[in-house]
């Protein structure tokens, strides 16, 4: 599955809610979204629209590694 280019920053947060993730703060233009699920993980997301596609895959990446999914799983349950 191909890599979404026009995912902004509150876009991604709102879409990792379905995983238990929820904004804990917010510094300048970044995000920092924390979950509980499969023990605490936090990701900075930056608050930007759209994000730049290397750091889109990057977080996506992270976020995938945690969940023990691959990205194409993650983006499908996310609905990117």
Same mark, same amino acid.
């Given at each position: 599955?191909?890599?979404?280019?026009? *995912?902004?920053? /509150? $876009?991604?947060?709102?879409?990792?809610? #379905?995983?238990?993730? !929820? *904004?804990?703060? #917010?510094?300048?233009?970044?995000?920092?979204?924390?979950?509980? =699920?499969?023990? =605490?993980?936090? /990701? *900075?997301? &930056? $608050?930007?629209? &759209?994000?730049?596609?290397?750091?889109?895959?990057?977080?996506?990446?992270?976020?995938? !590694?945690?969940? =023990?999914?691959?990205? &194409? =799983?993650?983006? #499908?349950?996310?609905?990117?």
């Amino acid at each position: 599955m191909k890599t979404p280019r026009d *995912v902004s920053g /509150e $876009n991604l947060a709102k879409a990792l809610r #379905q995983l238990g993730s !929820a *904004v804990t703060r #917010q510094t300048g233009s970044h995000l920092r979204i924390t979950t509980q =699920e499969h023990g =605490e993980h936090h /990701e *900075v997301i &930056p $608050n930007h629209s &759209p994000i730049k596609i290397g750091t889109l895959r990057s977080i996506l990446r992270d976020v995938a !590694a945690h969940h =023990e999914t691959s990205v &194409p =799983e993650l983006l #499908q349950k996310l609905g990117l």
